[in-house]
């Protein structure tokens, strides 16, 4: 069964960095791509981040230059690391797989999500 787990999420002051980590198990994703996305209270579920396979990656605008997908096919895990952090940035985060396309922006595209760990950014 597969189980995507995430860690890293805290209270963190305007201006701070965190640095979001998601394990999976159950299967290796070495070629799917893995995503990042955010929800905040009463708002939608939005994309953050993706890395391919292959190692592309982009961004929802909001957080280019502040944030760095990155992964680790060995530990099967991908990372998020948020820099210059928002008030704006806060929200439960989740990551996700994208079995077999190279990590597009739409929800749908994905197939496995983790439970979300929260972040909240004071200011």
């Known amino acids: 069964q597969v189980q995507l787990v995430e860690s890293g999420g805290g209270l963190v002051q305007a201006g701070g960095s965190l640095r979001l980590s998601c394990k999976a198990s159950?299967?290796?994703?070495?070629?799917?791509?893995m995503g990042w996305f955010r929800q905040a209270p009463g708002k939608e579920r939005e994309f953050v981040a993706a890395?391919?396979?292959?190692?592309?990656?982009s961004y929802v605008d909001s957080v280019k230059g502040r944030f760095t997908i990155s992964r680790d096919n060995a530990k099967n895990t991908v990372y998020l690391q948020m820099n210059n952090l928002k008030p704006e940035d806060t929200a439960v985060y989740y990551c996700?797989?994208?079995?077999w396309g190279d990590g597009a922006p739409g929800i749908g595209e994905y197939d496995y999500w983790g439970q979300g760990t929260q972040v909240t950014v004071s200011s």
């Open positions: 890395i391919s396979w292959s190692g592309s990656t």
């Open positions: 996700a797989v994208d079995k």
């Open positions: 159950g299967r290796t994703f070495t070629n799917s791509a």
